[in-house]
């Protein structure tokens, strides 16, 4: 059917960022070949799946039966089943130190594989947890005093390769090459980023900044802390999210450690 007016600003702008996209590469790799060759070369999904069973299998293996980690492999397992349904929107309340991270990431693993969805894009609203969010997915700890001894055995998680790190605060010392220019337009397994960096794309026209719009077509978006998206702009960044699950095969999985209060 016909796209309703309101949504054609969103299909200009993914027209838009995958001439925006195509223009780039092109220009790279006939001005600078060497960066051009240093692209991609990520693990699949598949692969990084593999890595994150095997991770949590050990994880909970190694967990002593308390009540909360009962409840914390509850919580694994419904996300993991549902992740069989079919692509759409869906919520995961969980309560701090359910294990609500590691838990949207299996839904997201699952549901990527099982509809053929080509990314993991992790929206947080606080840098200090991106960074603490990120180092899990890369090493499987955030403990700094562990990832050097994590490395050296090769036990990592995901490994720095198929994580990119997108926010300000990240220290361009501690990127490599091939992270750079993932940030550019989001062209690898897992993203990282502020929610503030992926609405802002949603709604950019600057060439640069939309780069990376089109490949959040058939992505798995997670929103953390859904809560914190600001009132004033509600109505607006619901819409996109609407018109990528409607259009552009995204979808949503909206968490929140805060549950809504029952109303009459």
Same mark, same amino acid.
């Given at each position: !059917? ?5 949504? @054609? ?5 993914? %027209?838009? +960022?995958? %001439? /925006? ?8 790799? &006939? ?12 693990? $699949? ?15 909970? +293996?190694?967990?002593?039966?308390? @009540?909360? *980690? ?11 089943r549902?992740?069989a349904?079919?692509? !759409?929107?869906?919520?995961?309340? /969980?309560?701090?130190? !359910? ?6 990431? #299996? &839904? ?7 509809? *053929? ?5 992790m ?46 605060? @990240?220290?361009?010392?501690k990127?490599? #090459? ?14 990282v980023?502020? #929610?503030?960096?992926?609405?802002? +794309? ?5 060439? $640069? ?9 058939? $992505? /798995? ?7 914190m ?11 996109? %999210? ?9 979808? %949503? @999985?909206l968490?929140?450690?805060? #549950? /809504?209060?029952?109303?009459?």
């Open positions: !059917g016909k796209l309703p007016e309101e949504h @054609l600003h969103l299909w200009i702008r993914m %027209l838009f +960022s995958c %001439l /925006v996209d195509a223009d780039f590469l092109d220009t790279e790799m &006939f001005m600078e070949p060497e960066k051009a060759e240093s692209r991609g070369g990520h693990a $699949s999904l598949a692969a990084l799946k593999k890595r994150f069973d095997a991770y949590m299998e050990r994880k909970v +293996s190694e967990a002593e039966d308390s @009540l909360i *980690n009962r409840q914390r492999r509850e919580i694994l397992e419904q996300c993991r549902k992740a349904e079919k692509p !759409g929107f869906y919520t995961l309340t /969980v309560p701090t130190g !359910g294990g609500k991270t590691l838990s949207s990431m #299996a &839904f997201a693993l699952e549901h990527a594989l099982a509809h *053929n969805k080509r990314r993991i894009i929206a947080i609203p606080y840098t200090s947890i991106i960074e603490q969010t990120a180092k899990v997915f890369k090493y499987g700890t955030d403990d700094e005093s562990r990832i050097a001894e994590i490395l050296a055995a090769g036990e990592e998680l995901f490994g720095e390769d198929n994580v990119v790190e997108h926010h300000s605060n @990240l220290d361009p010392d990127e490599d #090459a091939r992270s750079r220019l993932a940030s550019e337009n989001w062209d690898a397994p897992v993203i980023t502020t #929610a503030v960096q992926f609405f802002e +794309s949603l709604f950019s026209s600057k060439p $640069s900044r939309c780069r990376k719009l089109h490949n959040l077509a058939k $992505s /798995v978006v997670i929103l953390d802390e859904a809560q998206l600001p009132i004033r702009f509600l109505i607006p960044c619901v819409q996109a %999210l609407q018109e990528l699950s409607a259009n552009y095969g995204a979808t %949503l @999985l968490c929140t450690a805060t #549950a /809504v209060p029952a109303t009459d």
